[in-house]
């Protein structure tokens, strides 16, 4: 009976520490617009291009750590990267990454966004963000 | 004959209570602690591909581990079945999630937004917080019954 007792205390423990990232991967599931919001501007210089992104984090559930990453990609090969870090990302937080990428290095690449996170720093995750096809 | 109509009791209440805490283990490693931490569908976990047939085979597996350790409780077998039993439910959930590392992928808007979360840290919390508890208790109990019997 203790054995039971001592079981179903840990599940709700396991469910309690779960929570954040549940809700936070809910949210992400169910609406990852609102979740995250990016915005780009690409500002062309005399051979390259300077490329910023702001992410801005809409979703309830605060972000510990938080890691954004901008990389140029070539068959899976990072070409060029950017990053930003935050030891805390709450509701309405942005980050801004910053690029200069040249032309020659645009034309055969794909930009993708890697965001590194942990809901309440309980459960490390990796979103990749990148052009389907 | 009194005595002869206890240990029938006796037994049978062993063998219930061996295959209600089967039933309950496996619940625990193969459906509730899975559910958990993948409260929405994710592509390619393993547990995915197991058949109707090894499901009910695991529960099977369970139930007479569960018997096994109810009726030879005041033997030292017992320790060695309820680590065993422990062990196998937490290899059981491991390989269900992929040792851990699990991925999903969503097509919105033209994007693929890929999502990788590594479960190892609260796959550890759920050893030293389920499996490893119950062997430790089981070990106390027999001890202790034993200690209290010398």
Known sequence: MLKLFIQIAALFLLIALTYPATTFFYELATHPADVFTVSYLITPIQDAVIINITITYNGSVPL???????????????LLSGSAYRDTLNKGDSVTISLEVPYDILQESKPEIRINLSPNGILPMQIRIREAG | MKSHSYSIWSISSK???GII?????WLIYTYILPKIFTAFDFHGLAGARLTSTAWLGLLAFFIALGVAESIMRKHPISLILTAFTGFIGFSILLYILNYGQIRTEIEYEGYIIGITIDLRLILTAAFLLITLPVILLTAYEYFKKRTEEM
């Open chain 1, 64 to 78: 510990t750590p938080f890691n954004a990453t901008i990389a140029i990609v070539k068959e899976n090969e990072v």
């Open chain 2, 15 to 17: 063998i219930i209570g």
């Open chain 2, 21 to 25: 805490h089967g039933c309950i283990t």
